[in-house]
């Protein structure tokens, strides 16, 4: 069963909606909102699955409510977010792919077309769970490319204490899965490359949340750390290949260069 919320500027849309979707046997209408600030509060509290919704709202519109969404650390997981519109701009609907819009439709549309629209995107979630079991087990893998063990222990010590060193709170979501992510990337670099498809899922799996958590949560672990950490400690670690002038790195940069330290250490005590 999807629970689904309702939130639309116009009662008349809402009723409509609301009239529609309640008769769908695989749909359970867990709210309807025709307030922006409400709304968001409400997927917070009520967590449906997938949500209906307006770029234009009182109080707060589509796209703030999207971005509180991305920055609350404490979303278990995201819903799948469907904007209706009747603003056809590529801009705007840029922005709101962008912000986490999962599918845009314009108005006038058709309320069958909008169910079909609310299934095809539960599907997809829904193989995406699925989906997780069939990725690598980096749990189990314990070597490098020359078969040579890693001992994970003295691994994870010196990964927390790089992280400690960085300015990283261990207190935060992000500091496990960036530790969690520099282990899998010692044992295989090339996960990086598929950052999204691979490695996320893979920690997602690990702590029982969601890929998308996972990015941002990293995100702002690696946040919090260019801008409270020791800027000598950073610099010390990333030297020139991140400027610090230009901002933070990215989740894969930053993942990256630590990996590599280890993986440089392990390889050369192994042809030592």
Known sequence: MIKLMIAVNSKQEGNELFDYLEKKEDITIVGVEYNGKRAYERIISL???????????????GLGIMERLMSNLDMPRLPRIIVISSVDNPSIMDCACQAGA???IMKPYQLETLYNRIMQLQITFQNERKGRMLLRDYG?????DNSEEVNDGYLETEVTN????????AHIKGYQYI???IIMAVHDI???NYITKLLYPSIAAQYDTTPSSVERAIRHAIGIAWTRGDKKILNDIFGYTVAMERGKPTNSEFIAQIADRYRLHYNIKMHA
């Not at 790089?162 to 709170?169: A, C, L, Q, T």
């Open 190 to 192: 090339a996960i990086l």
């Open 47 to 61: 967590k449906p699955d997938v949500v209906l919704m307006n770029m234009i709202l009182p109080e707060l519109d």
């Open 140 to 144: 189990s893998v314990q070597k490098l």
């Open 162 to 169: 790089v992280m400690r060193k960085i300015g990283i709170p």
């Open 102 to 104: 999962d599918y845009y």
């Open 179 to 181: 530790r969690t992510g």
